[in-house]
């Protein structure tokens, strides 16, 4: 009978990465990473951990490796997303955000590597963002983290593919999640910013999507989906039609029409 394979997942205390931990703990052994502990953890064993931390990621990689033996897939979900002009960003605000999404997930690769490497088998699912593939007014620095991840995860499937290890990117457009409630604002916004009234209409628009956006247990049946297929595709860009259509709309139309349109739609 073979053995339930090993999951290791990051950013599990809540959204989308909890989503994924809870429904792949029916079929699979789940390790659920944060920097703090879900209300319910549905199944899965919960590891204290923070991605930003060399240390801290490595002992939650040792951790799964005494009590499993190995890691079969890893999915990087840990993320932070800090709203607000450029101007006005601080600087430890933009330093978090690609401490966390984009260094946060190079750090878990990295540690996650030499054993899929010498079992010569693995899966790295990376989830990254529609922001990752087109800009996105007042989030700036989140779309530079989401970007990072795009071309970190073409550079790493080219050089372990030989390994037998395969990575894939997933890049959601809007979710539901509990992120809409509990946006972060960009400390350094001011109430005189000659920025404020475009910056309110961006954030209006921006939480009506995530409202009508997938459910995180939609997205984590694809990524159930993802684990359990013997040939994943590299990308994957799951979410209403208009936003599966934009990446490619960026290919063939101008680019100041493209920002216009993009821009328009963010009011």
Request: charged share 25%; with cysteine.
């Amino acid at each position: 009978m073979e053995k339930a394979r090993v999951v290791l997942v990051t950013g599990a205390s809540s959204g989308i990465g909890k989503a994924i931990a809870d429904r792949s703990a029916a079929a699979c052994r789940v390790f659920g990473a944060a920097r703090s502990a879900p209300a319910s953890p549905n199944g899965f064993t919960f590891l204290c951990a923070d991605v930003r931390d060399g240390q801290s990621v490595q002992g939650c990689v040792q951790r799964v490796l005494e009590e499993a033996g190995r890691i079969d897939v890893l999915v990087n979900c840990a993320g932070v997303v800090v709203g607000g002009p450029v101007e006005e960003m601080l600087d430890e605000e933009v330093v978090d955000q690609i401490q966390t999404n984009l260094l946060g997930t190079m750090r878990m690769c990295r540690a996650v590597l030499p054993g899929m490497r010498e079992r010569r088998s693995g899966l790295i699912i990376n989830v990254g963002s529609l922001a990752g593939l087109m800009g996105v007014p007042f989030q700036a620095a989140y779309s530079a983290s989401k970007y990072g991840i795009e071309g970190f995860s073409e550079s790493l499937q080219m050089e372990v593919r030989d390994f037998g290890i395969r990575v894939v990117v997933v890049d959601p457009g809007d979710v539901a999640t509990e992120i809409t409630a509990h946006r972060r604002l960009s400390r350094g916004s001011r109430m005189d910013s000659p920025y404020l009234s475009s910056f309110k209409r961006a954030m209006v628009s921006q939480s009506e999507s995530e409202r009508h956006g997938w459910k995180p247990d939609r997205l984590a049946r694809l990524v159930e989906r993802i684990i359990s297929s013997r040939a994943p595709r590299f990308r994957y860009t799951p979410g209403p039609l208009i936003e599966r259509v934009s990446p490619a709309a960026r290919r063939v139309l101008p680019d100041r029409l493209y920002l216009r349109i993009v821009s328009g739609f963010y009011r």
